[in-house]
Nanobody, 124 residues
């Protein structure tokens, strides 16, 4: 069974940048479509970004498009989420998820495996 582990979260000032990573143990991610979701305290989990298995297609939530970049290097396993121009509204726990499909989805229930999450806090 694939186990996902996120890293790279932390505390950053508004306008700053962070890069999140998602690595897998127990399998390889190069056959999975990958997504990032986030959940702020007291709020529902929201889609952030996704990338298909080949890395050729990506999709972003409107709130992060132009600021965040999702990428993958299938030879090295990790998936990345580069987050620039961070805003306090980006504060949340960020989750990596894997979907056993070649197509992108924004729906959390269509993902098969999830990481434990990494906290991102953006101060104003």
């Amino acid at each position: 069974q694939v186990q996902l582990v996120e890293s790279g979260g932390g505390l950053v000032q508004a306008g700053g940048s962070l890069r999140l990573s998602c690595a897998a143990s127990g399998g390889f991610l190069n056959s999975y479509t990958m997504g990032w979701f986030r959940q702020a305290p007291g709020k529902e989990q929201l889609f952030v970004a996704a990338i298909d298995w080949s890395g050729s297609n990506t999709y972003y939530a409107d709130s992060v498009r132009g600021r965040f970049t999702i990428s993958r290097d299938n030879a090295k396993n990790p998936i990345y989420l580069q987050m620039n121009s961070l805003e306090p509204e980006d504060t949340a726990v960020y989750y990596c998820a894997a979907r056993w499909s070649r197509t992108i989805s924004t729906r959390a229930y269509e993902y098969n495996y999830w990481g434990q999450g990494t906290q991102v806090t953006v101060s104003s």
